[in-house]
Structures are given as structure tokens and as C-alpha cells.
């Protein structure tokens, strides 16, 4: 018997235990059927309403679905009652983060840092706060400020592998090689991270060490190989930093093969094929690209370009 049979058989057998149900719906939570996880968790709601762990399961699952009304009032349901919920203070610092609101978020996030000065996520988040206005402003500040909130996650939670990710990503946007050891801090912990193993791909490909490169795209073909942008990135280094054509045709063809509407890798195409002088090719593959996105100037140039 699987475990959602399990679970049914004991919820159907004992309709009153709440305890089973909201394991259920934790469940449901853990295999992203979030549908099926409001349902177990508004029936136990309606039985019992007193439950500060249930309120708050279904805010974040309100959160997931951009139900921010219904998210926002049953954390501040829970705040109303226990002013010292860090849950329910990092929730509504993620509900108005989700509303760009920045400095509502801040104040929520260090209220729960107040409480437990030792949670990771509550550093995490302002770190991608900051982040963010890093990107928008250029403020070096930001950029400071997002670092030290990523470092202090990863200080109370060395398990935390996005926050590692995240200072990859930091660092590697002004050039400095501690992103990699960044990323491979990441993959220490989650090993099959394809976030970490194509932002270190990036890394390699980026200063030109090719075969690295390639190799990191090539491990992400085992642990994913439906997803489209690692091929596209092969074809590319092959297409201008080799000069393989065909390899860079083969690697094209895959990424639209799962990717029908990856209207740059037909671009690409067309490229490569222009490269050994297939101009037949070059002019479909570029009409292919202008079809699916028309305001993509540089394949209208190369179609034009071999009419």
C-alpha cells in the first residue's frame, strides 16, 4: 500500500482524527497537490479552529496560490492570538514581499529575528529583499547587505543550499571566482541541484573553460533531460566559442525538441546553418524564430540578411 492509500484508508476509517488529516495534508504539501491539501486542510478548520499550526500550513498554501487576502488573514489570525509565532511573522514578511513592499516585509522578518535570533529563512528572505533592490537600484549597499543576510542563513543553517546558491550568484555577477566554491557548497548538500550545476556551467562557460563547461551541462542531461537550456547552452559554446556546427545544429535541434517555442535556439539554428554556408536551412530556421516571437529584431536582421 502506497502512502496516499495509507493515509486515505485512515482518514475514511476515522473521519474525527484531525491528526491524520492534517498529516495528509502535509502530504498532499510534499507531493505539490496543493488543491487536495486546502481540501484536508479547510475540512479540519471547520472541526477546529484553534490549531496555530493548521492556520498557518493554510496561509502558505494561500501564499503558493497568490490568494494573498485569505494568506494574510490567517497569519494575522495567528498574530492576533500569539505574538510570538515566528511562522506567521515570516509569512506575512513573504505575503508582502510578494506585494512589493519591501519595508513591510523587513519589519516582519526582523520582528521574528527579535523572537529567535537563530533562524536561517528569516535571512534568507531578506537577503533576496535585498537582492532585489541591488538589481533595481545598483545601490552597492544592497549588494553588501543581500551578501551578509545569505552569509548569516548559511551561518544558522549550514544546510541551507539556496542561500549558498544565492551567494554563487552574487558573486559571480562581479567576477569573483568564490562563486564557485559557492555553488559547489550547494551541490554538497543537494547534489542534484540543476539550479546550482547550470549556474556553475554558466561559471566555466563565461571565462571560457569549455569542456568544464560542458561537462556540468552534460551531468544536468542525467538528472533532467527534458529541460531545454542546457542544450541550448551546448549549442551555443559550439556554435561560437568551437566552432562545431554540426554539434551546434545537434545541440539546437534538442533544445526546440523540448522547447517548441524557444524562438533564440531557432535563431541559433539558423546560424549555424548560415555557418556552413546552408542558406536554405539559415532562411527557415530564422522565419521559424520571427514566427513565433515577431518583435525579435536579430532574427529579422538574419532573415533578411540571406533572402
Not at 164 to 193: H, K, T
Not at 238 to 246: R, Y
Request: include cysteine; charged fraction near 25%; charge should be negative.
Amino acid at each position: 500500500m502506497d502512502s496516499l492509500a495509507w493515509f486515505n484508508k485512515k482518514v475514511e476509517s476515522d473521519p474525527t482524527n484531525l491528526v491524520i488529516l492534517f498529516e495528509r495534508a502535509k502530504f498532499h504539501i510534499r507531493k505539490t497537490e496543493v488543491d487536495l491539501a486546502q481540501v484536508d486542510l479547510e475540512t479540519y478548520l471547520k472541526k477546529d479552529s484553534s490549531n496555530f499550526d493548521v492556520h498557518k500550513l493554510y496561509a502558505d498554501v494561500m501564499l503558493s496560490k497568490l490568494n494573498l487576502e485569505k494568506g494574510k488573514y490567517h497569519y494575522q489570525y495567528i498574530l492576533d492570538r500569539d505574538s510570538l509565532n515566528t511562522g506567521a511573522y515570516i509569512g506575512m514578511g513573504k505575503l508582502h514581499a510578494l506585494l512589493d513592499n519591501s519595508a513591510q516585509s523587513l519589519v516582519y522578518l526582523n520582528r521574528a529575528l527579535m523572537i529567535n535570533p537563530y533562524l536561517s529563512e528569516p535571512y534568507f528572505l531578506k537577503g533576496m529583499l535585498y537582492r532585489s533592490d541591488y538589481y533595481k537600484t545598483g545601490r552597492e549597499e544592497s549588494w553588501r547587505l543581500a551578501v551578509s543576510s545569505f552569509q548569516t542563513a548559511v551561518e544558522q543553517d549550514p544546510e541551507n543550499y539556496s542561500a549558498y546558491v544565492q551567494l554563487g550568484v552574487m558573486y559571480d555577477q562581479i567576477g569573483d571566482s568564490s562563486a564557485l566554491e559557492y555553488y559547489n557548497s550547494a551541490l554538497d548538500i543537494y547534489p542534484e541541484s540543476i539550479e546550482a550545476w547550470y549556474n556553475k556551467g554558466m561559471y566555466y562557460q563565461n571565462r571560457g573553460e569549455v569542456d568544464r563547461s560542458l561537462e556540468c551541462y552534460r551531468t544536468l542531461h542525467t538528472i533532467d533531460s527534458t529541460w531545454a537550456d542546457p542544450y541550448y547552452n551546448e549549442g551555443y559554446i559550439h556554435l561560437l566559442m568551437t566552432e562545431q556546427f554540426d554539434s551546434a545544429i545537434y545541440y539546437f535541434d534538442r533544445a526546440v525538441h523540448f522547447d517548441p517555442s524557444y524562438f533564440q535556439a531557432y535563431n541559433n539554428l539558423g546560424l549555424a546553418y548560415e555557418k556552413k554556408n546552408d542558406l536554405t536551412n539559415a532562411k527557415f530556421y530564422y522565419t521559424k524564430a520571427v514566427s513565433i516571437n515577431p518583435d525579435f529584431q536579430l532574427a529579422k536582421d538574419n532573415l533578411n540578411r540571406v533572402q
